[in-house]
Nanobody, 122 residues
Framework: QVQLVESGGGLVQPGGSLRLSCAAS????????MGWYRQAPEKHRELVAS???????NYADSVKGRFTISRDNAKNMVYLQMNSLKPEDTAVYYC????????????????WGQGTQVTVSS
């Protein structure tokens, strides 16, 4: 059974940092492109960062220069380092995998996990 489990969220003040983790089990996630998404209240889920099998990354303009996506293929883990957090980063964050591609992330292809809540507030 494929499972994606996100963790590491919490409450942080503006300007602070958090590191999110995504544990992928049940399949060979090390060969898939992976993505981090977020969904704020009453907004659509959006892709904020993606990483290919080989480590190439892409970011949404809203997080570029502040967020860093990385992966540990040996552990089937994907991370999102979030720095200089802003209130508008408040959302539930999710990870997913594109099992049809390792070289370019196009779309989520697995059931969503429960996500991890990130709240940026003073």
């Amino acid at each position: 059974q494929v499972q994606l489990v996100e963790s590491g969220g919490g409450l942080v003040q503006p300007g602070g940092s958090l590191r999110l983790s995504c544990a992928a089990s049940g399949s060979s996630f090390s060969i898939y492109a992976m993505g981090w998404y977020r969904q704020a209240p009453e907004k659509h889920r959006e892709l904020v960062a993606s990483i290919t099998r080989g480590g190439s990354t892409n970011y949404a303009d809203s997080v570029k220069g502040r967020f860093t996506i990385s992966r540990d293929n040996a552990k089937n883990m994907v991370y999102l380092q979030m720095n200089s957090l802003k209130p508008e980063d408040t959302a539930v964050y999710y990870c997913n995998a594109d099992r049809y591609s390792g070289s370019y992330y196009r779309r989520p292809t697995y059931p969503w996990g429960q996500g991890t809540q990130v709240t940026v507030s003073s």
